[in-house]
């Protein structure tokens, strides 16, 4: 065989070898990022993830808190305006969650995206999510618990409670498939505020970067589970709580907001929205950009691959040569006493 085309063809043989590596350079950056995102979550103990959840939970809580005490007393404003400001103050969460560390579910179902590349399992995605879950709804009780002893629903001469109350029951006024939608875009927007974060590893860049993101989410009425967690059981505690000279002396019946109960929170906001978030999150942002990522990372490895080969100084006769014509027939013997170096160089 002509020298030339048999060093050629090794030099090409090892670089299609070389596949791996070659994807690894390619990858995308913000998908690389997530992939140790996910990990890192699945891999933190079981204890330190809870007690990250339940500051999560808790920082949620407040960011509503703020939200609640922003709005009250705003009906002057224009509606849409009203609403921005709540938007913006509820931002706060988010951002406290990223510079301080806390461990959100809405967030963490981004971890679809190491667990589709098999760097998990099944089973370990989902005790990541339960846990997290358990741990920020334990955490957005804790501040219910917190403001129902501060008895911040009587701020305002009790129009902070109610305003408290006309957003849970507005809360538990969509139908099922509309609370799941509503769920989806939430978290649609979470994720892509998370997403951008990645970009930067500046804490003010990545709390600038969330801003939009949340206030836009929040002003539309769109549903995040974790913030209701907090929302929803308040309004129950207070409506229960509540004398009915209270809510006569703001203008409503006694049996006003009736819709408050356990029962309805769960299945017809809490079930639904926590589903969509799901899907907005881990599938349709986390798994849609790993999709994207995936084929731009096959295309350039290709055309890596192509043009590499292509730029080898190969004899036409390369192209008509089979496995047969170039492979070594004679058996490679490996020693016990040669090193791994030796080995492998004869391979």
């Known amino acids: 065989m002509n020298k030339d085309i048999s060093v050629n063809t090794n030099k090409a043989i090892t670089l299609l070898?070389?596949?791996?590596?070659?994807?690894?350079?390619t990858k995308d950056a913000a998908l690389a990022s997530f992939e140790k995102y996910g990990e890192s979550k699945i891999e933190k103990s079981a204890a330190k993830s809870f007690v990250l959840s339940?500051?999560?939970?808790?920082?949620?809580?407040?960011?509503f808190v703020f939200y609640i005490t922003v709005t009250t007393g705003a009906g002057d404003l224009p509606w849409g305006l009203t609403r921005l400001m709540g938007g913006l103050v509820f931002s706060l969460g988010l951002i406290l969650v990223v510079v301080c560390g806390g461990e959100l579910f809405t967030s963490t179902v981004l971890s679809t995206v190491g667990w589709v590349q098999g760097l998990y399992s099944t089973k370990q995605l989902l005790m990541c999510w339960i846990r997290v879950y358990l741990g920020n709804l334990v955490g957005a009780t804790i501040l219910v618990s917190l403001v129902m002893m501060a008895k911040m629903h009587l701020l305002d001469g009790g129009s902070w409670g109610i305003n408290v109350l006309q957003v849970a029951q507005h809360k538990l006024h969509h139908t099922w498939s509309q609370a799941f939608v509503l769920g989806l875009l939430c978290n649609l927007l979470v994720c892509l505020g998370i997403w951008m974060t990645m970009s930067s590893k500046d804490m003010l860049t990545k709390s600038l970067l969330l801003i939009l993101p949340v206030a836009m989410f929040i002003s539309s009425g769109f549903e995040h589970s974790v913030a209701n967690m907090f929302m929803v059981p308040l309004g129950i505690i207070i409506n229960s709580t509540s004398s009915a000279e209270f809510l006569i002396s703001h203008g409503f019946a006694s049996g006003h907001f009736a819709d408050l109960t356990w029962s309805n929170f769960i299945n017809h906001n809490l079930i639904p929205v926590t589903l969509g978030n799901i899907v907005g999150g881990g599938v349709v942002v986390g798994l849609g950009y790993w999709l994207a990522a995936k084929e731009t990372l096959q295309t350039t490895h290709i055309k890596t691959i192509e043009k590499t080969i292509k730029g080898l100084p190969m004899k036409n006769s390369l192209n008509t040569l089979t496995v047969n014509d170039v492979q070594d027939t004679n058996p490679v013997v490996v020693l016990q006493t040669q090193t791994i170096y030796e080995a492998l160089s004869m391979l």
């Open 54 to 63: 339940i500051f999560a939970g808790m920082f949620i809580a407040i960011a």
């Open 17 to 25: 070898s070389n596949e791996h590596f070659i994807k690894q350079q």
